[in-house]
């Protein structure tokens, strides 16, 4: 699991130690910088094929400000630089670097573009956080608080366009690296032979039959890619909550309670057991993304 957590992490890195310092750590090995590589570029043709389709004039008629379209082309500028970066520390490590793949994106507007690229980012925040407890060495773990500011940026700033509160839960969602990959791959048509083989392996689906945002204990179904055992979990995670609740089929879905601690982007999964410990063994379909609507804030106006 180590390296599990610290591949995912890598998913998010950005320009801040030389590459050839980073691909000669003892702890940090060729296939984790490809993985990372494979995530970047999937990251950074995303925002390229946004930014060349459609114009400035487009967000703005779009109700987006000119402002927020400037923003985006910064967010382009870190991702290219990403990539650069990681291509620079494999080349320095001796290997090959992994090419871009071809993509599939379901985007047909800039609204769309900007709704995905909220999920994205927020899915690229999760996968650092679920490095962090691996990172042993203090001076490259200030490097990777640094990393995790200027992604939870990008989130933020997609987030705050399409009017959904970016401080909306106090803690970040950690998630693992076949999670996270379980996600990515689904925007990957095909990738070149030649890349390295990265090893990951994808969950089976699991998909929201509803739109968003959902509401804390409303109701919300799933269907899953495959046939759900009798007995099963929707293991719901959110910040530093894993909470599983045990759900119902009905007419071919799954069907549960949102529980009242999830709030923002949010994930979940069809688990075997409810022990709240999300490993590859008791995970049968997901993650499925959710956003939830926040509960009104509450706080203690009295200084301690």
């Not at 750590?25 to 494979?38: E, K, P, S, V």
């Not at 650092?128 to 042993?136: D, Q, W």
């Amino acid at each position: 699991m180590k390296l599990t957590y610290l591949m995912s992490g890598l998913m998010a890195a950005s320009t801040i130690a030389a590459p050839v310092d980073i691909a000669k750590r003892d702890d940090i090995d060729a296939d984790i910088l490809q993985y990372a590589l494979t995530l970047e570029h999937l990251e950074n043709a995303f925002y390229k094929k946004a930014l060349s389709t459609w114009s400035v004039d487009d967000f703005t008629n779009a109700n987006f400000s000119s402002d927020f379209y400037s923003q985006l082309k910064y967010i382009a500028h870190d991702e290219e630089a990403h990539v650069q970066y990681l291509e620079a520390g494999l080349k320095a490590a001796g290997a090959t670097p992994v090419e871009a793949c071809t993509y599939k994106f379901p985007m047909q507007s800039a609204e769309d573009f900007v709704s995905l690229a909220a999920t994205i980012e927020g899915v690229g925040v999760s996968a650092y956080l679920g490095a962090s407890p691996m990172v042993m060495s203090k001076q490259y773990l200030t490097a990777a608080a640094s990393i995790l500011v200027t992604e939870a940026l990008h989130q933020s700033a997609a987030r705050n366009a399409i009017g959904e509160v970016p401080m909306v839960n106090p803690l970040g969602t950690p998630m693992g690296l076949n999670a996270v990959y379980s996600i990515a791959s689904e925007f990957i048509a095909e990738c070149p032979s030649s890349n390295a083989k990265l090893p990951v392996t994808a969950y089976k689906g699991l998909n929201v039959t509803q739109g968003m945002p959902l509401a804390a204990n409303s109701t919300v179904t799933f269907v899953a890619d495959g046939d759900v055992p009798s007995s099963f979990y929707v293991t719901f995670v959110s910040g530093l909550d894993v909470l599983p609740v045990t759900g119902d089929m009905e007419s071919g879905m799954i069907k549960v309670n949102v529980p009242e601690e999830i709030s923002g982007q949010s994930y979940a999964f069809i688990t075997s057991d409810n022990s709240s410990n999300l490993i590859d063994s008791n995970i049968l379909f997901g993650p499925a993304i959710l956003e939830v609507t926040p509960l009104s804030p509450t706080f203690n106006l009295t200084i301690m």
